[in-house]
């Protein structure tokens, strides 16, 4: 109760980059609704530190490409506003750890592994600072445990940056020694007979869509069955719940009726009216609106792990 007092009136501070129809529609939405929350850009030009934060709720679309939002949003967490997404998970992860997890939970993953980096800052002397790395790197080994073809990307990477579908060993090794600094993840290559991509909201609402990676398109209407339908959505919800994300996409590759997580590092996912269609974005507008109303209303905190000291106010 205190918190909520705190941060009277219930605003709700959207940061957004070029994306053009989803902030709009979801500020409409939130403050039509009339719920004593209400919701608008956030302005931002450099933070105290300490600074007090105007809003109840921050939803953060735009972090990964502005790092002074990431900043400014770890500082309004400790001020105890509820940042959707929590910026010190999103900071924190990568896709290898998340095949981790997603094997841990039971969710199929494709095989994958980590490689250790091919380029180095300036500071690093090859003969002198690697000596825990293990030369030259094993080639038969990796190619033995991800199979040919596999898949190389960058275990920070989005929007398809930095992803390789290799065919050959001599491939393998040509996209890697072209990483730079970049880590690099190697994976089984799934040869999938559907595809599925779930926008996840609040660790509990799983909008499962048919979509095509190789057009990009998400389908109106999805045609699986209804045990592979129910399986997509657990394993969805399974991993969200873990990852603590508020906001995400899980993508499943699905092969022989199984399927495999492929993308779930999603957390300024796509809510693009021209790539989800009128009715699915209409559901991330509606959705998102009843997500943040509801932790305004609840003044639950960003994290409740850290020992930070009093609450602000
Ligand atoms: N292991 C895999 N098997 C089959 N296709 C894959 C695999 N990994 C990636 N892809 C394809 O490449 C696309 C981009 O890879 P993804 O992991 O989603 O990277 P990004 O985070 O850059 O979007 C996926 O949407 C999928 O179509
Ligand atoms: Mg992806």
Redesign the pocket.
């Known amino acids: 109760m205190a918190a909520q007092k705190a941060f009277e009136p219930l605003k709700i501070g959207v940061i957004v980059g070029r994306e053009w129809s989803w902030p709009p529609a979801f500020i409409d939405e939130v403050n039509r609704r009339k719920t004593g929350v209400t919701a608008e850009f956030a302005k931002l030009g450099g933070t105290r530190m300490n600074e007090p934060v105007p809003y109840r709720v921050l939803v953060d679309r735009i972090s990964h490409e502005v790092p002074y939002y990431r900043s400014y949003l770890k500082n309004a967490a400790l001020q105890g506003a509820r940042v959707v997404n929590d910026p010190f998970m999103w900071t924190a992860d990568d ?1 290898f750890f998340e095949a981790s997890l997603a094997d841990r939970l039971g969710v199929a993953s ?1 095989r994958t592994l980590v490689l250790p980096n091919k380029d180095y800052v300036p500071g690093i002397v090859h003969t002198e600072s690697l000596r825990n790395l293990i030369y030259p790197l094993d080639w038969n080994w990796i190619t033995e445990y991800v199979g040919i073809p596999c ?1 190389l ?2 275990a920070h ?7 390789y ?1 290799v065919h050959s060993v001599e491939e393998l090794i040509f996209r890697y020694n072209q990483s730079g600094l970049l880590t690099m993840i190697v ?6 007979e559907n ?1 599925a991509r779930c926008m996840c909201l609040g660790g509990e609402d799983i909008l499962v869509m048919k979509y095509d ?2 057009t990009r398109t998400y389908f109106a209407e999805h045609d699986f069955e209804p045990a592979l339908y129910e399986r997509i959505r657990r394993d969805a919800l399974a991993l969200v719940q873990a990852l603590g994300y508020d906001m995400n996409t899980v ?1 499943f ?1 699905i092969r022989d009726g199984i399927p ?1 997580a ?2 779930f ?2 957390p300024a996912p796509d809510m693009d009216i021209n790539s989800l269609g009128e009715a699915h974005f209409r559901w991330c507008v509606t959705h998102m609106a009843d997500l943040c109303i509801r932790l305004a209303q609840s003044g639950e905190p960003t994290r409740d792990r850290y020992h930070w000291g009093k609450e602000a106010g």
């Open positions: 896709k494709p898949v990307k960058d990477g989005g929007g398809w940056r930095d992803v579908i994976q089984e290559y799934i040869r999938w595809y990676p190789r993508e590759a495999y492929i993308d590092m999603n």
